[in-house]
């Protein structure tokens, strides 16, 4: 069955700290997507990134940056120098399932609470 | 241009009115869809349309009635709501419904059922 596990509930650091946040996923598919979305307090959630199963390579945006390892079925968020501004819940989300028509649905995670604190 | 569009963004209701949620895009995305998100819990998915045909409906129930009018809006009407409906409802929209497909979220209407 597809599950996607994020074990920390609520995480508070110190302006600066870098974080890392957890992502595990189950599935028995071999094509999916894996997603990161960022919900601030105002409630948009707002897509960060995408990543194919295909492709291991890890991934840099600005202080963001994505470990995927298919060996261990994760998918980790790092904020490098955290900043009050990254203070959300963040959530990850599994895609699963062919392109032949497929009326798929995300699978999300519980979401983490990131404190950033000044 | 990512943007999905709602209003309101906030409404409060009693039980006997009828209200709806809208939302729009400009992105020439073919598929909508409508979430609800209850505090500290990830969306639940209601309903999605896909070329402007209801695709996938959660067993969601009849008091709320989806209406896609054409590729770019998306209405959810609203009738005899509980106090326990009250929640975010969240719009999104994607290019297709293809497993590779990004969801962009709306930022949402905060409704409030007395």
């Known amino acids: 069955a597809q599950k996607v596990t994020q074990a920390q509930t609520e995480i508070s650091v110190v302006e600066k700290e870098d974080v890392t946040l957890d992502c595990v996923y189950e599935?028995?598919?071999?094509?999916?997507?894996l997603f990161w979305y960022k919900q601030p307090p105002s409630g948009e959630l707002v897509f960060l990134i995408r990543?194919?199963?295909?492709d291991e390579q890890n991934e840099i945006s600005g202080r963001y940056s994505w470990n995927f390892q298919k060996s261990t079925s994760s998918f980790n968020f790092t904020i490098t120098a955290s900043q009050v501004v990254d203070s959300a819940v963040y959530f990850c989300?599994?895609?699963?399932?062919?392109?032949?028509?497929?009326?798929?649905?995300?699978?999300w995670g519980l979401g983490t609470s990131l404190a950033v604190n000044p | 241009d990512t943007e999905v569009t709602q209003t309101p963004k906030h409404l409060v209701m009693g039980m006997t009115n009828k209200k709806s949620l809208k939302c729009e895009q400009h992105?020439?995305?073919?598929?909508m869809y409508w979430y609800k998100q209850k505090a500290k819990k990830p969306p639940e998915l209601m309903f999605v349309?896909?070329?402007?045909?209801?695709?996938i409906n959660e067993s969601v129930p009849s008091r709320f009635s989806p209406e896609c009018p054409n590729s770019s809006l998306l209405n959810l009407h609203l009738h005899a709501l509980q106090p326990e409906d009250s929640a975010l409802y969240l719009c999104?929209?994607?290019?297709?419904?293809?497993?590779?497909?990004?969801?962009?979220f709306g930022p949402g209407t905060r409704l409030t059922v007395l």
């Open positions: 999104a929209s994607s290019q297709g419904v293809r497993t590779s497909d990004t969801q962009y």
């Open positions: 992105m020439g995305h073919r598929a």
């Open positions: 349309y896909s070329y402007e045909k209801l695709s």
């Open positions: 599935t028995r598919d071999t094509t999916y997507y």
């Open positions: 990543r194919n199963s295909f």
């Open positions: 989300a599994l895609s699963e399932g062919t392109n032949a028509g497929n009326n798929r649905k995300l699978i």
